[in-house]
């Protein structure tokens, strides 16, 4: 299974980004697709995911601002940002769950930077 990641760049704050992530490969059944960031010296947080149902969630440093979306045949999940602050300087990484969660998958990232 591979996760491709792109969309991820430099942009002043205020502005916006798309990042896309597209699964290829071999998975029986995808159960919830999303994304997480890692900003240097810190942990990696989930940002967004959305499941098969189309069920989301968010953190809540980005609701109202980011939204996650898929496509009907589920294998690529986009992720929308406006609004963009300093703080969501990251990397971003996209992550796959399949096969009733016992899957997991991990994008290579991709950096997205917000200049003040």
């Known amino acids: 299974v591979q996760l491709v990641e792109s969309g991820g760049g430099l942009v002043q704050a205020g502005g916006s980004l798309r990042l896309s992530c597209a699964a290829s490969?071999?998975?029986?059944?995808?159960?919830?697709m999303g994304w997480y960031r890692q900003a240097p010296g810190k942990q990696r947080e989930l940002v967004a995911a959305?499941?098969?149902?189309?069920?989301?969630n968010y953190a809540d440093s980005v609701k109202g601002r980011f939204t996650i979306s898929r496509t009907a045949a589920n294998n690529t999940v986009y992720l929308q940002m406006n609004s963009l602050k300093p703080e969501d300087t990251a990397v971003y990484y996209c992550?796959?769950?399949?096969?009733?969660?016992?899957?997991?998958?991990w994008g290579q990232g991709t950096q997205v930077t917000v200049s003040s």
């Open positions: 992550n796959l769950l399949a096969n009733s969660y016992s899957e997991e998958y």
């Open positions: 490969g071999s998975i029986f059944s995808i159960n919830r």
């Open positions: 959305i499941t098969s149902a189309g069920t989301t």
